[in-house]
Structures are given as structure tokens and as C-alpha cells.
């Protein structure tokens, strides 16, 4: 076996980790929802993706021992809170912005590129000290510092962490999508769905801006 593969029990232990924390509520979780309801499925794939990518990020660093210097530095530390706080808040802005109901947003004529709605999920777990945070505490927990194959299995782990969340992330947007078309006729509705949104991101800047950086 590679010697970048963890132990059967570290992968299934991980596995189990993983999972419970991409059903957790978060941020990332709201957006997807967000977009397949206000412009399609293919835009809230196109969210999960660039998430998925950020995720990817985030163990690339963290195997290499940058995110560690991130959050360790104060002032790094604060402007990457104040930069993730501010990006909610602009989320926040843009779920309400258009007006509300999920037609009226998409009659608008301000549907976003396929591109726009990658960069905005790369940017929500990219500008989020505490996925840098969670997984600066969390994969080193399974893997030795002294273990010379140390690199080769955070990666390893990142990308199990990215295929266990996917099915949960998946199922997100087709549920969100089958809401889109059940509740399409009630405008009001959606501009409701809009307004919990902005309030989520809003509420994740505030938790974002408490986050602490390691002692």
C-alpha cells in the first residue's frame, strides 16, 4: 500500500468525521441553497464546486503548514475575519438586493455567469477563518507529526473529506431545486426564503468576526 494512504481505521474514522461535519449548517451550506433556488441547478453545482475547491485549498495548506501561520499571526488572523465578515455581508446585500421571490430575481435580467457562481463559493471557504481554523485542529488529529508520509496523508484526507461531503452537498441543491419548483407560483415565498438567507450570512459574519485564533 502507498505510504500516503492512512490506516483502514484512520480512513473510516475520518470518513465518519467528515460526514457529520458536512451536515452541519453552515454558510456554505445556506449559499448553496441560495443559488439553486434564485438561478438553477447548474448554478448551484457551479457553487459547490468552487467550495469543493476552496475545501481542496485549505488542506493544501494546512499539509504544507501555511494555514498554521494564519492563524497564529493576530493581525493575520483579524484580517482574514474582517475580510470573510465583510464577504457575508455581501451576500447578505445580494440576497436581498434584487427585491426578493425567487421569479422576480430571475426576470430581473442580473442572472449571474456560471463562473461568478464557482467564484462565489470558492470565495465563501477561501475568506472563512473558521474552515482555515477547523482544519488546522482537525486533520492533524489523524496523522502523526513524526509520521515521514505526513504531507502525502493530510492530502489524502482532503480529498476523502471532499468525496464524503459531495453525495450531502449534492442532495442539498436537488432538494433546494424540487423547493424551487414546489413553491415557484408563491413569490412571496421566496422573498421570504431571500430575506433567512441574508440573515444567515449575517449571522455567520457576527460568529465569524468572534472567532479566536489558537493559543
Known amino acids: 500500500m502507498p505510504t500516503f494512504i492512512p490506516d483502514l481505521s484512520v480512513i473510516l474514522a475520518f470518513a465518519l468525521a467528515g460526514f457529520v461535519l458536512a451536515v452541519t449548517p453552515g454558510p ?3 449559499l448553496f441553497v441560495s443559488r439553486t433556488m ?5 448554478h448551484g453545482f457551479a457553487t459547490v464546486l468552487g467550495a469543493m475547491t476552496g475545501i481542496a485549498a485549505h488542506t493544501t495548506l494546512v499539509a504544507f ?3 498554521v501561520l494564519i492563524v497564529t499571526a493576530p493581525a493575520a488572523f483579524w484580517a482574514l475575519k474582517i475580510v470573510g465578515a465583510l464577504y457575508l455581508v455581501w451576500l447578505a446585500i445580494q440576497a436581498v438586493r434584487s ?25 465563501i471557504n477561501l475568506t472563512n477563518p473558521k474552515v482555515a481554523l477547523f482544519f488546522v485542529t482537525f486533520l492533524p488529529q489523524f496523522v502523526s507529526a513524526d509520521d515521514p508520509a505526513a504531507v502525502g496523508k493530510l ?9 464524503v461531503s459531495l453525495p450531502v452537498v449534492i442532495a442539498i441543491v436537488l432538494f433546494a431545486e424540487w423547493l424551487t419548483r414546489t413553491l415557484k407560483e408563491n413569490a412571496w415565498v421566496g422573498k421570504a426564503l431571500n430575506w433567512s438567507f441574508a440573515a444567515v450570512f449575517m449571522a455567520f459574519a457576527a460568529t465569524i468576526l468572534l472567532a479566536e485564533g489558537r493559543k
Not at 106 to 120: E, F, I, L, N
Request: avoid cysteine.
Open 28 to 30: 456554505d451550506m445556506a
Open 38 to 42: 434564485n438561478w438553477g441547478r447548474s
Open 65 to 67: 503548514g501555511i494555514s
Open 99 to 123: 427585491g426578493g421571490g425567487i421569479l422576480v430575481v430571475r426576470t430581473a435580467g442580473k442572472q449571474p455567469s456560471w463562473w461568478q457562481s464557482y467564484m462565489t463559493g470558492l470565495g
Open 155 to 163: 492530502l489524502f484526507l482532503g480529498v476523502e473529506f471532499v468525496v
